[in-house]
């Protein structure tokens, strides 16, 4: 088998099993909807005829099986019963699991067979909902004599292929892209079209035929493409050949590729900037004739090439982003599954879906939210709502959206919120803070994401073993991202995390204090302002009155352990404590390629760039700056 084929199959398939799951979440809040029983039957049907064709049989067992459901379902049948969701959902969650260790790099003949409580739940579906008509009865005895005689055959052809030169089936869609359905018929050896009266007959008693065979795993037998199905199929893709529509056309790129050739673009920028100090210096001087011609028609070519290499940046960048709602999408079974097993009624509303972010911010974010949301369905929500005053069914909110360059990610319960005080004395408690530490609301609200931290006195097997927030706090911070808590005592609670649209290219304020060249992110500066020779101080710190309110200064330099010199410039910081961040001078703005550091670890530095001169630049961690400059290091050495 061609790695590639199985490679595109895998891809593919799991986008199709992810939209399955969301349509089964759907389907069991508007179980009257054809257009979503339609939707999964055909999904399954096409994961069906990939997974023939590349020899998975425990994948094709599972989809026939389920294949079967639907079709009753669709047909009128039966019912829509929670019994037929459950197995429809357990039923994509395997083909999902099998999908991602082929992804992984599992060899396809270690894969397990189909578990024999997946096959009992689905069989249980199949023959309490799909009845099938006493006229059948005859030509559907038929079918496992058919199905022994040919058990990898498709009796008629996959929907919406066309025909071929030589009279056969081309086993390309219209867009280009492998029909698995036509591919799977076409080595199979599908013969085209059955006679009506035995279609009929297969379609009406799936389920017999199914358990006459006596091998619900084996492949599946001689089925013929249900006519409701294809109908749609075969229409939309006779719409797309049509001359007038247009259909948009995409390729798949391996990811490494993609991050060398932005590498490669940012560079050129950074070249190209470079280049444009250096002409600026160079039209200083005074040219004549030949001379000044020459730089004349330079300075023409160097502003093209920068325009061109900003438009390759820009083009690469957006190669890259990626829609939440490719992260989002996997929530809401997780949010049902588990709220199900606590004993909770929790209804998820997502919202933001289409905002974009960097993809390797999309992947990393899984985990950290999965425990926020596991976090606020165990410790968030109430059991007896009723006795707070509030309706039996609770709301947990994932939102996104885009503020300036950043992308803003909330999590939101309306349960019962959190105790300071509580919080308080339980870190103390368990010895991860003094006495005199976290004495503010909010400093209070942030113990959570201490490392061992808990509310739970008994572990469970959803929390309560210290382990969770703090792994979330370190994976946002990872991506020069922020996270903070905010709640309110029998309100609910919410999580709030920042993070770059784009990891690799920042906006910057480049700044020099103590001779060295330093980049702040334009996302946590409000403004500049000129500092006096002294200062009022509260506590012994020093302060300077804006706007109306005190603020306390922070010299950048003495914050980064540098020997503090003369700052007389502020920068007015926009986190939720202001400050003012004083530096020795401001020398502009910059969008700046990041390189992160990784070989050591430098308090409050995240990584380095070039300026447009060529001088090597020191960038300023975004959480770093959003704590007050208060390090890491020194807050865990502390606990």
Known sequence: ?????????????????????????????????????NAVFRAFHTIKGGAG???????????????????ALRTGKAPVTPLAIEAALQASGFVADQLNELANGADPASLASM???????????????????????????AAPAASAAAPVSAAAPA??????????????????????????????????????????????????????????????????????????????????????????E???????????????????????????????????FKFEGTAASLMSTLAETLGRASRYSSELQRATLSTRMQPVGRLFQKFPRLVREL??????????????????????????????????????????????????????????????????????????????GMDPDFLRKKAIGKGLIGEHEAQSHDEALQLVFLPGFSTKEVASSVSGRGVGMDVVKTAVEKHRGTIRIDSTLGVGTRFSIRLPIELSIIPTMLVRT?????????????????????????????????????????????????????????????????????????????DLVIKPLTAIQTNGITGTARSAEGELVLVVGLSFLLEGCRSAAKAVAQV
Not at 224 to 236: D, E, I, S, W, Y
Not at 254 to 268: M, N
Not at 360 to 378: A, I, T
């Open 339 to 416: 709220a199900k097993d606590l004993g909770k009624d929790v209804d998820l509303a997502i919202s933001g879906a289409e905002t974009e972010v960097d993809r390797v911010v999309v992947d990393s974010l899984y985990d950290p939210l999965v425990h926020m949301l596991r976090n606020s369905l165990d410790h968030g929500i109430e059991t007896d709502r009723g006795a707070a005053g509030k309706p039996n069914k609770a709301t947990i909110s994932l939102k996104a959206w885009q503020e300036a360059s950043s992308v803003m990610i909330e999590i939101f319960d309306d349960g019962k």
């Open 1 to 37: 088998m061609d790695d590639e084929m199985l490679k595109d199959f895998v891809v593919e398939a799991l986008d199709l099993a992810t939209s399955v799951e969301e349509h089964l979440l759907t389907l069991e809040r508007h179980p009257d909807d054809l257009e979503i029983l």
């Open 250 to 284: 995409s390729i798949r790129i391996d990811a490494g590729k993609l991050d060398a050739l932005l590498e490669v673009a940012g560079e050129s920028v950074q070249a190209a900037n470079q280049a444009a100090v250096l002409l600026e210096k160079l039209q200083q």
């Open 514 to 590: 103590a001779g060295a060249a330093l980049a702040l992110p334009m996302a946590v500066v409000e403004r500049v302002v000129e500092l006096p020779a002294e200062f009022d101080e509260v506590g012994g710190a020093p302060v300077l009155r804006d706007q109306g309110r005190p603020l306390p200064v922070h010299s950048l330099a003495g914050v980064l352990g540098y020997e503090p010199g003369n700052e007389r410039v502020g920068i007015v910081m926009a986190v939720p404590h202001p400050y003012i961040l004083s530096v020795g001078a401001v020398e502009g703005t910059a």
């Open 115 to 141: 578990p024999q409580d997946l096959e009992d739940i689905l069989t249980q579906a199949i023959e309490g909902n799909a009845a099938a008509p006493a006229v059948a009865a005859p030509a559907a005895a």
């Open 159 to 248: 929907a919406g292929s066309t025909p071929s030169a030589n009279g056969g089936a081309s086993v390309l869609g219209a867009d280009g892209s492998l029909d698995w359905n036509a591919l799977y018929q076409a080595v199979s050896g599908g013969t085209g079209e059955v006679a009506p009266v035995a279609a009929a007959a297969v379609e009406a008693a799936p389920a017999e035929a199914e358990s006459s065979s006596g091998h619900p795993k084996s492949l599946p037998s001689a089925t013929p493409t249900p006519k409701p199905a294809a109908a749609p199929v075969q229409a939309r893709r006779a719409t797309d050949n049509q001359p007038g529509n247009a259909k948009e």
């Open 53 to 71: 064709f590349v020899n998975l049989p425990a994948m094709v067992s599972a989809c026939h099986l389920t294949e079967n459901l639907f079709d």
